[in-house]
């Protein structure tokens, strides 16, 4: 159970266009969940949570108008990246809280801007 | 959330146990220790969380100082496909904030 299913698992868009990204919960209602960035080689980045209904809360550093979080439901929350460049350029994963069993991961977008 | 420190790889040979560490001396009383495991291009897979008792699931088994300013995850018989890095997370704020992790190798 605690399922949360990402796609696309791949996209590839040119410069200056908008990519969304999905994550859905597929057995269990997601009040909240968490947008990661990873670069090669490093860890996890938190960019930002959200929480259904209400406004996503970015961490510090994090452009909100660039990365548009969207979470109108209790199982799909989606992470639009606006006017990609090639620096946006990452693996993107998303995570949603499942109570005492912890936090669930979708399996992760890689993203390529050309 | 508590910083957390653990060596940067380690190695062990197939079948034997996996004993990987993670020191969080500043803990607080309410965050839990969270094990996750990270195969490469894939999302992070839940391994195993506790608070301040010893936990053990069919995957691993979490090992907390009394003291709880440190803890081991035990992989009882590595195999090849438990090669990927373990990220040990302090949690208490309601995310989880990755710290750089341990690449584990199992070599044959």
């Known amino acids: 159970g605690a399922v949360v299913s990402q796609h696309p698992s791949r996209v590839i868009c040119k410069s200056g266009t908008s990519v969304k990204i999905e994550c859905r919960s597929l057995d269990f209602q997601a009040t909240t969940m968490f947008w990661y960035r990873q670069f090669p080689k490093q860890s996890l980045m938190l960019m930002a949570t959200?929480?259904?209904?209400?406004?996503?809360?970015?961490e510090q550093g994090v452009e909100k108008d660039k990365f548009l979080i969207n979470h109108a439901s209790l199982t799909l929350s989606t992470l639009t990246v606006t006017s990609a460049h090639p620096e946006d350029s990452s693996f993107y994963i998303c995570?949603?809280?499942?109570?005492?069993?912890?936090?669930?991961f979708g399996s992760g977008t890689r993203l390529t801007v050309v | 959330d508590a910083k957390t420190t653990q060596p940067p790889s380690m190695d062990c040979a197939e079948g034997r146990a996996a004993n990987l560490p993670c020191n969080h001396s500043t803990i607080s009383g309410n965050e839990y220790v969270y094990w996750y495991r990270q195969i490469h291009s894939q999302g992070p897979q839940y391994i195993i969380h506790g608070l301040k008792n010893n936990e053990t699931n069919e995957m691993a088994s979490l090992i907390i100082t009394e003291d709880r300013k440190s803890s081991t995850l035990i992989l009882p018989h590595a195999t090849l496909r438990d090669t990927a890095v373990y990220y040990c997370i302090a949690e208490g704020g309601g995310k989880l904030i990755f710290g750089q992790g341990t690449e584990l190798s199992v070599k044959p």
């Open positions: 959200s929480n259904e209904g209400s406004k996503a809360t970015y």
């Open positions: 995570s949603a809280s499942v109570g005492s069993l912890g936090y669930t």
